[in-house]
């Protein structure tokens, strides 16, 4: 069985490691990076499934057909296998989906997750209590502020925090946060936890790094491992035939295959355009919002997108409970064609399954790919 992922995101990432255990062929093949490059560092993967089954409809989760527990079996599966696999390719990441953290990111403010790498876990919020923390500043950056830091954690977390500044000469001033990516960590203060901006390396026992805001080190880290096992390649053009995916065209070169998984991501990935009309560009899929496809919505969507903007977050791909995509009218017109991920509607893509929904659509995805599980 020959399975082609379109995607070079985390969700790609996940199918293709699934469809591989399943004993498939995988190919990856992926344009640029998209959104999981842009990810704070911390992943969200669900809060409450129960009530996301009850109270979200639209949910992709929801829409799976699966109960709570069978939700939460698969994500026993998924994110450990998930794991392994990164740590495999140089990312070790603390957590599982269950736990769930708060973390500071550079300026202090907390923000909740599951799963983290290890260089950021030892900064779980409520486990600084009582430790006294230096916050490591750079005196030619200029996008980021350690006294800030310090104070807002003090402030707002009842952290004893202080800032601890160091000069970096051959940065230029007004330097950025990205500018240390890859640079070696300055040594710490003696006798306090040290909470250092993202990006540096070789940090020590004691040291964690804090969450970023885009452009995100934790974003490229992951982006490059997750890269290793995957083909740059655009995608132009899917073929199909009698109901079936057939091949895949990037530049001249066609690749033929038994299954595909759509791994595209939303807008920031390319899985979804948004013309007059957001439209998916491969075969034309259906695109929804609340259940109804956009064109039906019209312009309605771009005034309530201007009033609040996670609207737009909420657009995208509706499947089936095997995860086939659906065409405007609700049938599903390719029997080995699956989506996952950003590309997929019906929830906030930015907010508590943020990667929760790519990890186990892909994974769900690879797995049905592979055995050829039309549903
Ligand atoms: C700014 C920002 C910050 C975020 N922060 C967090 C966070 O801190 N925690 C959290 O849990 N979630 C966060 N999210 C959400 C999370 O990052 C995304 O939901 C998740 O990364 C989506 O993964 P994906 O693989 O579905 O899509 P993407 O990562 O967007 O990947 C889509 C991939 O498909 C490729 N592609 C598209 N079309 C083609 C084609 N034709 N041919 C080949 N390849 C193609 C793209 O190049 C890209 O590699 C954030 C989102 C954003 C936008």
Redesign the pocket.
């Known amino acids: 069985m020959k399975v082609i992922v ?7 990432y996940s199918a293709a490691i699934s469809a591989r255990r399943e004993g498939a062929e995988v190919v990856v ?8 490059a ?7 993967i669900a809060d409450d499934l129960d009530a996301i089954v009850k109270t979200q409809p639209d949910h992709p989760f929801s829409r799976l057909g699966m109960d709570a527990l069978r939700l939460a079996t698969e994500l026993d599966n998924a994110i450990p296998a998930l794991a392994l696999a990164l740590e495999k390719d140089g990312m070790k990441l603390e957590g599982g989906w269950k736990s769930r953290g708060l973390y500071a990111d550079i300026h202090g403010v907390a923000r909740p ?1 599951n799963v983290v790498p290890a260089t950021v876990a030892p900064g779980e919020l409520r486990a600084l209590a009582g430790r006294r923390v230096a916050v490591m500043g750079v005196r030619e950056v200029g996008d980021y502020d350690a006294a800030s830091t310090a104070q807002a954690l003090k402030e707002l977390h009842g952290i004893d925090a202080f800032a601890e500044e160091v000069s970096i000469p051959e940065l230029p001033t007004g330097a950025s946060v990205t500018d240390l990516y890859g640079r070696r960590a300055p040594a710490a203060p003696r006798g306090a936890l040290t909470a250092y901006p993202p990006g540096f390396t070789g940090l020590l026992d004691g040291a964690f790094e804090l969450l970023a805001s ?1 452009p995100s080190p934790h974003g490229w880290r992951l982006q490059q491992a997750i890269a290793l096992s995957m083909a740059r ?3 132009t053009k899917l073929e199909a035939a009698d109901g079936r995916v057939t091949s895949a065209q990037t530049g001249d070169r066609t690749q033929g295959a038994d299954a595909i998984v759509l ?4 807008h ?4 979804l355009l948004k013309d007059h009309v957001t439209r998916e560009p ?1 075969l034309g899929l259906g695109v929804f919002y609340e259940g109804r496809p956009v064109r039906v919505a019209g312009t309605r969507l771009q005034h309530l997108e201007y009033l609040d903007p996670s609207t737009g977050f909420r657009i995208g791909l509706r499947t089936d409970q095997r995860l086939h995509p659906l065409d405007e009218e609700g049938a599903t017109p390719y029997r080995n064609l699956y989506a996952a ?3 997929l509607g019906g929830y906030d ?2 907010g508590p399954c ?2 929760g929904v ?1 990890i186990l659509t892909g994974w769900l995805a690879g797995r049905w790919a592979a055995r050829g599980d039309g549903g």
């Not at 379109?6 to 790609?12: F, L, N, Y």
């Not at 791994?263 to 939303?266: D, I, L, P, S």
Request: aromatic share 6%; no cysteine.
């Open positions: 379109v995607g070079g995101g985390i969700a790609a093949l992926a344009k640029a990076p998209g959104a999981t842009l990810y704070a560092g911390g992943m969200e997750a885009p390649a655009e995608v791994a595209t991501g939303q920031i990935g390319g899985g491969l991920g950003a590309v893509y930015a943020g990667f790519p």
